[in-house]
């Protein structure tokens, strides 16, 4: 059974940091494009950031470029969004995901999820 969950959330100030970590089991972590996304109030879910299955390639959203850092650890078969320079816009429920065979910012190609974190950032 694959599992994916994230821990890290929580309340920060604007201009704080945050690191989000998803912890997999029940894969072959090694073989996943890991993503995350992240849904606000009342919003879809929307892309956050991707990244490859040997940490090789990365790609963020326009709206985190140069303030939030995905990374992988294979060996620990988990992945981190490092979130700098946080903004009251960014307070989400932040989700970890999974694809295989793909490296997509489409929600739809992701098809392990895990239950989300709050992220919480007051101005």
């Known amino acids: 059974q694959v599992q994916l969950v994230e821990s890290g959330g929580g309340l920060v100030q604007a201009g704080g940091s945050l690191r989000l970590s998803c912890a997999a089991s029940g894969l072959t972590f090694g073989s996943y494009t890991m993503g995350w996304f992240r849904q606000a109030p009342g919003k879809e879910r929307e892309y956050v950031a991707r990244?490859?299955?040997?940490?090789?390639?990365?790609h963020y959203a326009d709206s985190v470029k140069g303030r939030f850092t995905i990374s992988r650890d294979n060996a620990k078969n988990t992945s981190y969004l490092q979130m700098n320079s946080l903004k009251p816009e960014n307070t989400a429920v932040y989700f970890c995901t999974a694809a295989r065979n793909a490296y997509t910012s489409g929600r739809l190609d992701y098809g392990y999820w895990g239950q989300g974190t709050q992220v919480t950032v007051s101005s």
């Open positions: 990244i490859s299955f040997n940490g090789g390639s990365t």
